[in-house]
């Protein structure tokens, strides 16, 4: 709070009317609705493990670019900047600082066709946005590394994490899911977008029945079907009606529908396994900041290992969809 305090006196944000209210909803980052004499603020204090990561500082900087950028073409809502600078810090701790924003984001039993259909079209238009004039050059493509999971396995066992057995049962399984990403990201080559992604319902708030895009983060460089077929997902919850809606949104703006489809499902246990590799971080204390945040990355280990073995079983099912369409 204190760290809050001395954000808002050195850029002149006002004098707080009420103590910041902490916000519910990320999974890395803690968010507070700050209220003051000159207005209504989001701030969000960045995890301070991610934040000792050499290229964190850099990468934030350039995916608030990217959002100010995208923000001409589609509604996004993108950190303020002071002295030319979207990243805010006092103290030891970085903030992003968003005038607050009236809307809701939406949960899932509320989710129907017409919204996934809408976002489909969201979609398209930030592949279609021109970020040359960022001068940002499009990543190397590399293969990322093979995991190595029985290290987790291994380290798990002396502080007795409770994902342990569900993890060793799977272990066989991360594996050959792991082998199965990499090979498809070697058969879908080179081909890049600049994207959000993590354009998921949570990082979407709908204000006055229109979708408001937050949280850029992870905003990069992306094989467009592999953000498609990803983003389809977050939205359809596995409904074929909601998944086929997004993706004919999406053709709509005359975007091409042509791909190594199964690749592009194989390659979509990358991000999963990422995630579930940072979550085994926290959760065995070798990333992490707090103790509260390291129940959140036990939680997650088993939720994303529930996740990884639902999207494994529903791969063959997502395929025939995009089949259909040709």
């Known amino acids: 709070m204190e760290q809050i305090k001395e954000l808002c006196n050195s850029l002149h944000l006002g004098d707080w009317v009420t103590k910041p209210v ?47 950028t995208v923000s001409n073409n589609v509604a996004a809502l993108p950190a303020k900047t002071f002295g030319g600078k979207a990243i805010q810090n006092a103290g030891d701790q970085w903030f992003l600082v968003f005038d607050w924003v009236e809307g809701r984001r939406l949960p899932a039993d509320e989710l129907h ?28 493509t590399e293969v990322r590394p093979s995991i190595e ?37 070697k058969r879908l080559g080179a081909d890049r977008v600049m994207s959000h992604r993590d354009l998921d319902p949570k990082n979407v708030l709908w204000v006055e029945g229109n979708p408001v895009l937050i949280d850029w983060e992870s905003a990069g460089f992306i094989h467009p079907a592999h953000d498609l077929v990803e ?6 919850g596995y409904d074929e009606a909601r998944f086929k809606a997004f993706i004919s949104g999406y053709a709509g703006k005359g975007m091409v529908l042509e791909a190594d489809w199964e690749a592009v499902l194989a390659n ?26 390291q129940e959140l990355g036990t939680e997650q280990v088993i939720e994303t290992i529930r996740e990884l073995s639902e999207y494994g079983e529903r791969v063959p099912q997502i395929v025939k969809w995009l089949q259909e369409r040709n």
């Not at 291994?154 to 409770?162: A, F, H, L, T």
């Not at 983003?231 to 359809?236: M, R």
């Not at 590799?277 to 103790?291: G, Q, V």
Request: glycine residues 4%; hydrophobic residues 35%; negative net charge.
């Open 113 to 140: 066709a017409d919204h996934c259909r809408r976002m489909g079209t969201v979609l398209a238009d930030i592949h279609h946005t021109d970020f040359q004039e960022m001068g940002i050059e499009v990543d190397v």
């Open 22 to 68: 902490p916000v519910s909803g990320g999974l890395l980052h803690t968010m507070y609705a700050v209220e003051t004499t000159k207005g209504k603020y989001a701030v969000k204090a960045l995890n301070p493990s991610i934040m000792m990561r050499p290229d964190a500082l850099d990468n934030y900087i350039r995916s608030e670019r990217v959002a100010r």
């Open 231 to 236: 983003t389809a997902l977050y939205w359809s």
């Open 149 to 185: 999971w029985r290290t987790y396995l291994r380290k798990s066992q002396d502080v007795n994490e409770e994902w342990v057995r569900v993890f060793h049962e799977n272990i066989d399984k991360l594996y050959e899911w792991d082998a199965r990403s990499c090979d498809a990201e």
């Open 268 to 293: 979509g246990f990358s991000g999963k396994l990422d995630w579930l590799e940072y979550n085994l971080k926290r959760s065995l204390w070798m990333e992490c900041s707090d103790r509260e945040e």
